[in-house]
């Protein structure tokens, strides 16, 4: 039996029906993924739906999990995430999900972070519906993608209701993060509390030639904010759009010596105490 033959088909309002009902853990309400009692139960309601009437739907439960798992779980870590799970039941034009990481593969915090600052066109430090609304659309229409205003509605409808874990309206820079699959810290790969000097200045190069994507010698703008989110979330795991702001400024007061609203190379150096070659 081929696993691809008894794919369901789904909307974006059944989708996210199905992930409301099976990502359910008591400790942890919509912890990103199905597992364990949950995944069973899942697969358990999809033999149901797909054969109602088999007598030997237990003896088949088993081997049906096996063969969409084996198909559909990317990372092989024995559940399934999100996006796999939109893999499974959603058609190619309603796979929203698919969407973003598809089209619009992220692996550098400072170009989330000109996506965030265009986006909360307020400030608030949030997405709000309308803002992710205009995102939607903006990015549907760079790729060419028509798409009646009812289902863009329904696009943004659905995603709100999947991302917005405390149902205040809005995503903040977290949600946003996790629906744009950016990549993991950059800073992560450096251990610079445990390098020799002059590990810690070919480690300063590597990091700064990284968030310096205009490649001028000074971090602005979404560079400053892409360092200061990597920065912070090192101690910090999950930091809000407000946090990032308050945690930039610091970073500008302590480090933009000629306040010129930028950090010279020679500037971010001399407030992680290296020198470096102007």
């Known amino acids: 039996m081929d696993s691809s033959s008894l794919r369901p088909q789904l909307d974006a309002a059944g989708f996210l029906h199905i992930w409301k009902r099976f990502d359910t853990d008591g400790q942890c309400p919509d912890n ?9 139960a899942f697969f ?22 096996d063969q969409f798992m084996a198909t559909y779980d990317v990372s092989a870590d024995g559940r399934l995430e999100i996006q796999e799970l939109a893999n499974m039941v959603l058609p190619e034009d309603e796979n929203f999900l698919l969407l973003f990481r598809r089209e619009t593969p992220l692996d550098n915090s400072v170009e989330f972070m000109q996506i965030w600052r265009k986006y909360d066109a307020d400030s608030s430090g949030f997405i709000s519906a309308t803002e992710l609304r205009d995102f939607l ?22 995603m709100m209701k999947i991302f917005d874990k405390n149902e205040d309206g809005r995503l903040d820079l977290n949600d ?8 993991e810290n950059f800073l992560l790969q450096f ?7 002059e590990e ?13 994507v205009s490649q001028t010698g000074a971090l602005e703008g979404p560079e400053v904010d ?18 990032l702001d308050k945690f930039r400024e610091i970073l500008l007061r ?23 070659t102007p």
């Open 176 to 183: 946003l993060a996790r629906i744009l699959a950016l990549q």
């Open 200 to 212: 810690r200045k070919r480690d300063f190069e590597k990091i700064f030639a990284h968030y310096d």
């Open 226 to 243: 892409g360092f200061v989110k990597d920065m912070m979330e090192l101690v910090k795991p999950s930091i809000s759009g407000v946090d």
């Open 44 to 65: 358990h309601h999809l033999l149901k739906k797909l054969c109602p009437t088999d007598e030997e739907a237990g003896e088949k439960l088993q081997k049906i999990k």
């Open 137 to 158: 659309r903006d990015l549907l229409l760079q790729h060419k993608k028509a798409i009646s205003a009812a289902k863009l509605d329904n696009y943004t409808d659905t």
């Open 32 to 40: 990103g993924y199905i597992e364990g009692k949950e995944l069973d």
């Open 191 to 197: 251990q610079m509390d445990a390098c020799t000097t």
């Open 254 to 276: 302590h480090c933009d010596v000629n306040r010129d609203g930028k950090i010279q190379k020679t500037e971010l150096a001399l407030c992680l105490g290296l020198k470096v």
